[in-house]
T-cell receptor, first 120, second 107 residues
Framework: EVQLLESGGGLVQPGGSLRLSCAAS????????MSWVRQAPGKGLEWVSG????????YHVDSVKGRFTISRDNSKNTMYLQMNSLRADDTAVYYC?????????????WGQGTLASVSS | DTQMTQSPSSLSASVGDRVTITCRAS??????LNWYQQKPGKAPNLLIY???SLQSGVPSRFSGSGSGTDFTLTIRSLQPEDFATYYC?????????FGGGTKVEIK
């Protein structure tokens, strides 16, 4: 059974940092591209960052470029999102999502999400 | 960026109704269009991928159609468990983008 479990969310002040993790199980992790998708309170879904199965290619939405870094450790079946210089508008539930193998495909599995709150 | 516009943003319907939600892309995305269902407090769930392919385990009352810039999600006979918010998403080019969502409420 495919499982994705996010962790690392919490309350942080503006300008601060958080590191989110997504622990995967039930499939060959290195064969699948992965992404982070966020949802601000009461709002819609926004894709944030993606990474190829090997980790050699990464992608970010413009609003987080230079502040967020996506990475993965295939030996640990874990993906990460390092979030720096956080702003109030980064407050959201962050979901880890699996692509159907290749990068430009749909998200076939999602984690339960972890809440990152940016506030003074 | 490819903008995705859903309509309507919300609708009220009764159990047994046929419901149609549309999604329009700002430029052609071929058939790289996916539909998700999200219930309150839960993660999204994939319903339809590649415009018209039904994800495993999803009831056959859900169907999708379209190509290029115009797409449709149809729920043939609305069931109580279908009251939720629906999102379209394009996977043709980065950045991956979602529509604003359509909330389906009970009439």
């Amino acid at each position: 059974e495919v499982q994705l479990l996010e962790s690392g969310g919490g309350l942080v002040q503006p300008g601060g940092s958080l590191r989110l993790s997504c622990a995967a199980s039930g499939f060959t992790f290195s064969n699948y591209a992965m992404s982070w998708v966020r949802q601000a309170p009461g709002k819609g879904l926004e894709w944030v960052s993606g990474i190829s199965g090997s980790g050699g290619s990464t992608y970010h939405v413009d609003s987080v470029k230079g502040r967020f870094t996506i990475s993965r450790d295939n030996s640990k079946n874990t993906m990460y999102l390092q979030m720096n210089s956080l702003r109030a508008d980064d407050t959201a539930v962050y979901y880890c999502a699996r692509h159907d193998q290749q990068w430009l495909t749909h998200f076939d599995y999602w984690g339960q999400g972890t809440l990152a709150s940016v506030s003074s | 960026d490819t903008q995705m516009t859903q309509s309507p943003s919300s609708l009220s319907a009764s159990v047994g109704d046929r419901v149609t939600i549309t999604c329009r892309a700002s430029q052609s995305i071929s058939r790289y269009l996916n539909w998700y269902q999200q219930k309150p407090g839960k993660a999204p769930n994939l319903l339809i991928y590649a415009a018209s392919s039904l994800q495993s385990g999803v009831p056959s009352r859900f169907s999708g159609s379209g190509s290029g810039t115009d797409f449709t999600l149809t729920i043939r006979s609305l069931q109580p468990e279908d009251f939720a918010t629906y999102y379209c998403q394009q996977s043709y080019r980065a950045p991956l983008t979602f529509g604003g969502g359509t909330k389906v409420e009970i009439k």
